[in-house]
């Protein structure tokens, strides 16, 4: 049986079916136009590029396409890439479908939204729960199903759900610590910083910015979602607006996208659990498929370093 391609190494010589999760049309230094294709399974995926295309391969060869390749693993500056040596749609009776190739989150959904609810129960402030149990119900289908991001972090089916698991077991961990926190409002800040990405991304499979994505973004969306929940709860008092706050400061900074910086202790700590769990599984997914003694592929989000690996893991 071969091994996933998350943990394919240089050399490696592959013949399967993968799915195309996006195809991005460039222009090469000879003036012909080719296509990056990221290609994936269950594990993980891989970029290629299809060179000299025609104008009939734009239309072959798109997002949620499976396709049979064959190819080799080979090192470029520092990531991996499948060389195609060749590649086919797969056939409908070859019975492989888009879910078979799609990486998702360790966790069952029902038990992450388990997980999630409980934390939803052990917030005190009636007006903050009440909030977040509404916003939470309203996107419940999408957040179970949703990737975290496009690239980089938790970009699996399910990766905002465990994202945000992740994240709440870390301010359980916290708060312990600094009694001064504002459970409730930690606790909500993180269910609710990132759940505008389910109308700002397009879906779990061939991801991309949907336009309200691109002209609005994921932070303005939630804190107008908090501000018309409120209304439509009635709730009035400043809670609201410390929920939209730690939602529009999450980023950290303007220039990562956030229009306030954090003004709450609670958004302050909400902002590094965020980053620290993002940055946490672009380290694990790298170093998942990295030998002992080794040093992972780059990783771009992370200043372009290379992780090592010890040799007594």
Same mark, same amino acid.
């Given at each position: +049986? ?64 499976? &396709? ?45 939204? %388990? ?7 052990? *917030? ?40 945000? &698991? ?45 336009? %309200? ?8 969306? &939630? ?56 940055? +946490? ?17 780059? *990783? ?14």
């Amino acid at each position: +049986m071969q091994k996933g391609i998350h943990y394919v190494k240089v050399g490696d010589k592959i013949e399967r079916h993968l799915l195309i999760r996006q195809a991005t049309r460039g222009i090469a230094s000879n003036g012909k136009p080719f296509l990056t294709l990221r290609l994936s399974d269950d594990s993980g995926d891989i970029e290629a590029k299809l060179w000299a295309i025609k104008p009939e391969d734009e239309q072959t060869y798109r997002g949620k396409t499976i &396709v049979h390749v064959k190819g080799e693993v080979f090192d470029y500056r520092g990531r991996l890439q499948l060389k195609i040596a060749r590649i086919r749609p797969a056939d409908e009776q070859e019975q492989v479908t888009i879910t078979d190739l799609v990486p998702s989150a360790p966790l069952e959904k029902h038990d992450m939204l %388990e997980q999630v609810n409980q934390f939803v129960f052990d *917030i005190e402030n009636a007006k903050v729960q009440r909030i977040t149990r509404y916003l939470l119900k309203k996107y419940q289908g999408a957040f179970l199903e949703m990737p975290a991001a496009t690239r980089n972090h938790h970009e699996f089916m399910s990766g905002l759900a465990y994202h945000v &698991v992740s994240m709440l077991q870390i301010a359980k961990a916290l708060v312990p610590l600094y009694p001064s926190l504002n459970k409730d409002l930690l606790y909500a800040g993180v269910i609710l910083h990132d759940l505008g990405k389910v109308r700002e991304l397009s879906g779990p499979i061939d991801t991309e910015y949907t336009p %309200e994505g691109k002209l609005i973004g994921h932070i303005s969306i &939630v804190a107008s979602d908090i501000r018309r929940a409120a209304e439509e709860l009635n709730i009035e008092g400043e809670e609201p607006v410390l929920l939209e706050h730690i939602a529009l400061s999450h980023h950290g900074k303007g220039e990562w996208g956030s229009p306030k910086p954090p003004l709450l202790p609670e958004a302050e700590i909400l902002h590094y659990i965020d980053n620290l769990d993002a940055k +946490m599984n672009m380290m694990e997914q790298a170093l998942d498929k990295t030998a002992a003694g080794q040093f992972s592929e780059r *990783i771009p989000a992370l200043e372009n370093r290379t992780f090592y690996k010890p040799k007594n893991e």
